[in-house]
């Protein structure tokens, strides 16, 4: 199988500081990763895209000062949420697609961030 | 505007029965499809997925139908198990890129 680990699984923060989130495949390469957040009771909503080597790709109406993704390897990409407010508490899940492998997208477990 | 929807909020099933989760989506371009299974607090599982050139997959319990002409596909669990019980999204891949489009969800709960 194709396992994708997220680190810290939970974080509560005050807010003014940021917080890092990192997403590993832990069994194989990723060219690509993704980041999503969800908010309670909707569905994924795409924030970036992440390539190992490169800039990410910020969707609309994301701003890529205030979460930084940093892809410095096939297997780890992080996310910097900075100067969080309460507002950016949610659910922040990474994904990956394999190096060599058809189109599935694997998932993190997602980490809860939680900003006072 | 919502490339990939999901009418049904919610479906309760009996158990052993057979459970029909469906998905539209606007997008002609979108050229491969998907399903994940979501649990409170967990990431998506993948489940299946089935490519615009096939208008069936079938793994084990699990089957997916692609109707292109109507722009609609469907999940089939069959026979229906309590396990099953969780939010389950359909996605859909552009074949410009590997960029999925998540439908809003539906929450399945399979009774005893």
């Known amino acids: 199988g194709a396992v994708v680990s997220q680190h810290p699984s939970r974080v509560i923060c005050k807010s003014g500081t940021s917080v890092k989130i990192e997403c590993r495949s832990l069994?194989?390469?990723?060219?690509?990763m993704f980041w999503y957040r969800q908010f309670p009771k909707q569905s994924l909503m795409l924030m970036a895209t992440?390539?190992?080597?490169?800039?990410?790709?910020?969707e609309q109406g994301v701003e890529k000062d205030k979460f930084l993704i940093n892809h410095a390897s096939l297997t780890l990409s992080t996310l910097t949420v900075t100067s969080a407010h309460p507002e950016d508490s949610s659910f922040y899940i990474c994904s990956a697609i394999r190096l060599a492998g058809g189109h599935e997208q694997y998932f993190g477990p997602g980490t809860r961030l939680t900003v006072t | 505007d919502q490339q990939v929807k999901q009418n049904s909020p919610s479906l309760s099933v009996q158990e052993g029965r057979i459970s029909i989760l469906n998905c539209d989506y606007t997008n002609s371009m979108f050229d491969y499809f998907l399903w994940y299974k979501k649990y409170p607090a967990e990431g998506p599982t993948f489940l299946i997925s089935?490519?615009?050139?096939?208008d069936k997959n079938e793994d084990g319990r699990f089957t997916v139908f692609l109707n292109k002409s109507a722009k609609h596909l469907s999940l089939h669990i069959v026979p229906s198990q309590p396990g099953d019980s969780a939010v389950y999204f359909c996605?859909?891949?552009?074949?410009?890129?590997?960029?999925?489009?998540f439908g809003g969800g539906t929450r399945l709960m399979v009774k005893p």
């Open positions: 996605a859909a891949r552009g074949h410009a890129g590997n960029m999925l489009t």
């Open positions: 089935i490519s615009s050139i096939k």
């Open positions: 992440s390539n190992e080597g490169s800039k990410a790709t910020y």
């Open positions: 069994d194989f390469q990723a060219t690509t």
